[in-house]
Structures are given as structure tokens and as C-alpha cells.
């Protein structure tokens, strides 16, 4: 199957430039991800890429959460354990949730981490599989659609970092001690 997908990746991206070897490789993971999650779940379904860090209650305070949350909205929706200090250099408005143990606010972007439902992957397949076909500008911009029309929610504060962010616009989320959360994972 990842043969037939590199062949169907184009390789001009949004921006009219060569899609590089390594936004391919990532493009095809994805596709193993999103095909795995297809093929295999039929619950909740977290993807997650490789240079994340997460508090040690990040996945059981996400898996409460959801099922919280989509009783009280009765629908299915997505969560990112990421609260992205990027987020609040604009001026939206939002919603704010009352989660398992934190507030969780209501988001219109995130990168390829986050937690979703075996619906909504079947709901949103030709968006999310867009990602594996075309490099989009944003890459995540299919993501962005789909939060358009569903709910995704990011954690107030933050339940994880993601370390290629340490430098970018997205920054690290404020008032967490990440360096104290490296320690606490730290395997001896």
C-alpha cells in the first residue's frame, strides 16, 4: 500500500515547490497511521508524532475528557494535548469546557497529534487522507476544515510538548514546568 501511495503523492506542493524526501516519508506515515487506524479501531484512535513529551496523566485525562465532553455535546469530536501559546495571538472567540480535571478550550488548528474517534476518521477520510497526497500549505489545513465543522479542543494548560515547536511560532505552552515533566519521565 505505501508503494502505491508515494506514486500518488504529487510532487508540487501548495506552495509550487518540490515536495522534499522527507515531507514524503512523513506524508507516508501518516497514510500507515490513518490506514492502521481505518482497518483496526473501532473507539478512540490517538495519533501522535514521534517528539512529543506528555505529563503522565495526559492520556488518561484525554480519554475522561472525551467521553465527558461528547456526552455533554452529543457528538463525537477531537482533542489535542497540546495548548499552543500561538493560539492566543489572535482574537476569536471560543468555548470552554470543563474536562476530567482541566478546562479545555475550543480550537480551529493543531498539528497531526491529536485524539479522535473511529466516526470521525470514517466521517473526514477524504480530508485526512488529502494530508498523504498533497502537501498542503499549511500542511495541516484538511485539519483545519474538519475543525470547521466538529469540535477540537486543546487543554488549558497543556498536557504535552512538542519539541519541534521549541523554536517555532506555536512556542512552548506557558506556566508549565517542562523540565521538571522530563525528569518525572525519565526512565532510570
Given at each position: 500500500m505505501t508503494y502505491l501511495l508515494l506514486n500518488?503523492?504529487?510532487s508540487i506542493?501548495?506552495?509550487n515547490k518540490n515536495v522534499t524526501d522527507n515531507q514524503i516519508s512523513n506524508m507516508s506515515?501518516?497514510?500507515k497511521s490513518l490506514i492502521t487506524a481505518k482497518e483496526k479501531c473501532?473507539?478512540?484512535i490517538y495519533f501522535v508524532e514521534d517528539d512529543y513529551l506528555h505529563q503522565k496523566d495526559s492520556i488518561t485525562e484525554m480519554i475522561f475528557t472525551y467521553e465527558r465532553l461528547s456526552s455533554q455535546i452529543?457528538?463525537?469530536l477531537f482533542l489535542c494535548p497540546i495548548d499552543y501559546p500561538y493560539l492566543y495571538s489572535k482574537v476569536d472567540s471560543t468555548n470552554v469546557f470543563?474536562?476530567?480535571t482541566k478546562h479545555w478550550r475550543a480550537v480551529n488548528e493543531t498539528l497531526c497529534t491529536f485524539l479522535t474517534s473511529s466516526i470521525l476518521v470514517e466521517k473526514h477520510w477524504d480530508k485526512l487522507i488529502s494530508m498523504c497526497q498533497y502537501e498542503h500549505y499549511p500542511f495541516e489545513k484538511p485539519l483545519h476544515d474538519i475543525y470547521k465543522l466538529e469540535y477540537c479542543l486543546s487543554p488549558i494548560p497543556s498536557l504535552a510538548i512538542h519539541f519541534t515547536n521549541i523554536n517555532s511560532i506555536y512556542g512552548l505552552s506557558p506556566t508549565?514546568?517542562?523540565l521538571k515533566i522530563w525528569e518525572e519521565n525519565k526512565i532510570d
Amino acid at each position: 500500500m505505501t508503494y502505491l501511495l508515494l506514486n500518488n503523492i504529487k510532487s508540487i506542493n501548495a506552495e509550487n515547490k518540490n515536495v522534499t524526501d522527507n515531507q514524503i516519508s512523513n506524508m507516508s506515515n501518516i497514510h500507515k497511521s490513518l490506514i492502521t487506524a481505518k482497518e483496526k479501531c473501532e473507539d478512540l484512535i490517538y495519533f501522535v508524532e514521534d517528539d512529543y513529551l506528555h505529563q503522565k496523566d495526559s492520556i488518561t485525562e484525554m480519554i475522561f475528557t472525551y467521553e465527558r465532553l461528547s456526552s455533554q455535546i452529543n457528538n463525537e469530536l477531537f482533542l489535542c494535548p497540546i495548548d499552543y501559546p500561538y493560539l492566543y495571538s489572535k482574537v476569536d472567540s471560543t468555548n470552554v469546557f470543563l474536562g476530567s480535571t482541566k478546562h479545555w478550550r475550543a480550537v480551529n488548528e493543531t498539528l497531526c497529534t491529536f485524539l479522535t474517534s473511529s466516526i470521525l476518521v470514517e466521517k473526514h477520510w477524504d480530508k485526512l487522507i488529502s494530508m498523504c497526497q498533497y502537501e498542503h500549505y499549511p500542511f495541516e489545513k484538511p485539519l483545519h476544515d474538519i475543525y470547521k465543522l466538529e469540535y477540537c479542543l486543546s487543554p488549558i494548560p497543556s498536557l504535552a510538548i512538542h519539541f519541534t515547536n521549541i523554536n517555532s511560532i506555536y512556542g512552548l505552552s506557558p506556566t508549565i514546568d517542562w523540565l521538571k515533566i522530563w525528569e518525572e519521565n525519565k526512565i532510570d
